[in-house]
């Protein structure tokens, strides 16, 4: 599949989401150690089956993109989707990385969402809000290059271009290596 191919990285690769990771993603979303910064969403498999289902509908339609992030063992390690696209834009969210991820999960995971949304949907820029509390969260997007545009009671709001990771991108290559 060139999807599982173009996203992947030194320790980590993407792959898209399937029915069948139904119950890692409902465990990984109802785990209280992942799960403070997220939207509620039901628990149950079944409900998450269901969703997942309705979710293929939007990627045939390339509207949405959810992955899986595996290591390269296929160890489950986290979630990330790509969403809300507008005509120059797109959002990323639904990140999760458990305690199985790698050393570096986040920056890679991060690399390959803006690779994903930059070079290959070809947008101009991406959106995404964070949430005021998730300080870990806001201080790493925005040693990305991530500039805060806005906020609202809760969230802030954050847009970033593609040459606005380009620092980020020489700094990972130092660490892991060109990939």
Not at 25 to 35: F, G
Not at 106 to 123: I, N, Q, R, T
Not at 127 to 147: I, L, P, S, T
């Amino acid at each position: 599949m060139w999807l599982k191919e173009m996203l992947k990285s030194k320790t980590i690769q993407l792959r898209l989401v399937q029915e069948e990771d139904a119950e890692f993603i409902t465990e990984l979303r109802s785990d209280e150690k992942y799960n403070t910064h997220l939207s509620k969403s039901d628990t149950s498999v079944d409900a998450q089956k269901l969703w997942i289902r309705a979710y293929k509908e939007k990627e045939q339609n390339k509207e949405q993109f959810y992955f899986i992030v595996e290591r390269l063992d296929g160890t489950k390690c986290g979630t990330v989707r790509l969403y809300d696209f507008r005509s120059n834009s797109f959002c990323w969210g639904s990140w999760i990385l458990n305690h199985n991820k790698t050393r570096y999960a986040a920056l890679e995971s991060a690399l390959l969402v803006y690779k994903f949304g930059f070079e290959e949907l070809e947008f101009d820029k991406c959106h995404f809000d964070v949430r005021k509390d998730n300080h870990a969260v806001n201080k790493f997007h925005e040693k990305f290059g991530a500039r805060r545009i806005d906020q609202t009671e809760l969230d802030y709001l954050y847009e970033i271009y593609p040459e606005d990771i380009e620092p980020m991108k020489l700094k990972c290559e130092k660490i892991l290596g060109k990939s």
